[in-house]
């Protein structure tokens, strides 16, 4: 894309007086929000399925009215001006309040057509999501879902993109941007296949640490392994759930654990302690859930097991849309059925 330079005189960093906001058009403040955002035409074009030719086009009308350059080539993409920079924020929220403006209208499920995206973990997707897609069938039937690993490192960028709807999983710090919402605790709990020695004389932290562990790390990164949680654009994200078991240390034990075996998600964990002695911790939900189906059994353990809370994380930009309020709501009474129905937790 061309770039044409401007009349240095006319610009000091602010809009011009001669700007005539009533003859913009609001579809060209779209498209200066998706450019800024993805600092790419073509990527911008695509978050707006038009052409990146329309794209070009609008940001052509939007810098003869404006008076500046907005983006200009750089070598990570399109690169914003002190003028697109300044005016980014302002633009975004008049957006975000045109959308919360027009969603006023009630939402009614059983005639809703909808698709709600949703990054989880496998664990998650197992013994949660069922409950609500059997609520939904049942009052919405077209309503769709579309299901993201929680695993990606970039799933806050993509609920900042609106690439996402809602995460749900276990965090630590979140930005301002985002709000949270409690749907459950769960707890840790060390699982061993059926006749391991370890189901055989009491447990103890070092007859634990005698045996390799398979551990759970959702984002595949050993980087923040000491604490339990991955930094990402501002956020605490829990890298596994269990206290960091091989971390442990007595005061008058020293005590050293080997990870043998590191996986992404939990559905791989069962399999491998089958046929090996290895030793894994898994929300104990889906423990018990496993016990019933495969050769595992949950250890008593000898130290107090922590709790998470399990949370939904959305932007707020769409916390007024009825339609997300709605799904809100529906997942939020989905893990409360779940919550009770496990009376042995």
Request: charged share 25%; with cysteine.
């Amino acid at each position: 894309m061309k770039t044409r330079s401007r009349n240095p005189k006319k610009r000091s960093g602010s809009l011009s007086e001669n700007v005539q906001i009533r003859r913009l058009d609001l579809n060209l403040f779209r498209v200066f929000d998706a450019v800024m955002q993805q600092r790419s035409v073509s990527r911008a074009a695509k978050a707006l399925s038009v052409t990146p030719s329309a794209i070009s086009h609008a940001l052509s009308r939007l810098r003869e009215a404006i008076d500046d350059d907005l983006f200009v080539p750089g070598v990570s993409g399109m690169q914003p001006t002190r003028c697109a920079v300044e005016l980014a924020s302002n633009i975004r929220k008049g957006l975000q309040n045109f959308h919360s403006a027009l969603m006023t209208k009630p939402f009614v499920p059983a005639r809703g057509i909808r698709t709600f995206r949703i990054a989880a973990s496998d664990y998650v997707s197992i013994l949660l999501l069922p409950r609500l897609i059997k609520r939904l069938a049942e009052i919405a039937p077209n309503i769709d879902l579309r299901i993201f690993p929680l695993s990606r490192l970039d799933v806050i960028r993509q609920l900042e993109g609106d690439r996402l709807d809602l995460l749900i999983g276990w965090f630590g710090k979140l930005p301002d941007t985002l709000q949270r919402s409690s749907l459950y605790q769960e707890q840790e709990t060390m699982v061993v296949r059926s006749g391991h020695p370890l189901t055989k004389a009491k447990i103890t932290k070092q007859r634990l640490f005698q045996f390799p562990h398979v551990v759970v790390e959702m984002t595949g990164t050993e980087e923040h392994e000491k604490d339990g949680f991955l930094n990402d654009e501002g956020v605490s994200r829990r890298v596994w759930i269990e206290r960091a078991l091989l971390e442990l240390r007595d005061k008058n034990v020293s005590i050293t654990g080997r990870a043998a075996v590191c996986v992404p998600y939990f559905a791989a964990v069962a399999p491998m302690l089958e046929v090996t002695d290895m030793v894994a911790t898994l929300p104990r939900r889906l423990a018990l859930w496993l016990a019933e189906r495969d050769s595992i059994v949950l250890l008593k353990l000898p130290y107090k097991p922590i709790t998470v809370e399990v949370e939904m994380v959305w932007h707020g930009q769409v916390t007024r849309d009825p339609g997300f309020r709605w799904i809100r709501e529906v997942l939020a009474s989905s893990a409360a059925e779940f919550a009770s129905a496990d009376q042995k937790i």
